[in-house]
């Protein structure tokens, strides 16, 4: 069973963090509807289209976007910093050849935001979260990912990573 076979079943679309499930229908539909209509596009054009096709205001998926010129561009550069602070990598001397993230994402004293990798370091408590937080995100995709174990064989890989999480 092919990509193309699953994606064609696909009849109810769910909403996750920040998206209700009825605008995820809305937004499911739209991005079908443009790969129906199009040969293959890479992000930048189905993004692209997206964005064209929700720009007039009888779209019902206009609501979703900030079309306000000022607000949209402060949540644009808010986006672009969280992106720059997350890319930021660090060259250790032990190990010179395998750069780290320079500010990992923790929740700490109740906040959660970037934290200096020296200072994690330094801490037990933060290495403990840093690590929770690389079962999390190996939890996350296996979930993302399991239906894979099914199509493409993949059980050893999420073996690996049932290990991971457990250990």
Do not use: C
């Not at 999390?136 to 064989?153: F, G, P």
């Amino acid at each position: 069973m092919g990509a193309r076979a699953v994606a064609e079943r696909i009849e109810e679309y769910v909403g996750g963090p920040g998206l209700s499930t009825a605008d995820a229908q809305l937004m499911g539909a739209l991005v079908t509807s443009i790969q129906r209509q199009n040969a293959r596009l890479d992000t930048t054009e189905i993004l692209r289209l997206v964005i064209a096709k929700s720009r007039p205001k009888s779209s019902p998926t206009h609501h979703l976007f900030e079309w306000d010129q000022a607000k949209g561009h402060a949540l644009y550069l808010m986006d672009r910093a969280r992106t720059l602070v997350r890319t930021i990598r660090f060259v250790p001397s032990e190990t010179p050849d395998e750069p780290m993230q320079a500010f990992p994402i923790l929740l700490t004293e109740g906040k959660r935001g970037p934290v200096a990798m020296h200072q994690v370091m330094q801490s037990k408590d933060m290495m403990t979260a840093v690590i929770e937080q690389a079962k999390a995100d190996l939890v996350t995709w296996r979930r993302r990912y399991d239906h894979l174990r099914r199509v493409a064989k993949m059980s050893g890989v999420f073996a690996a990573i049932d290990g991971a999480v457990k250990g």
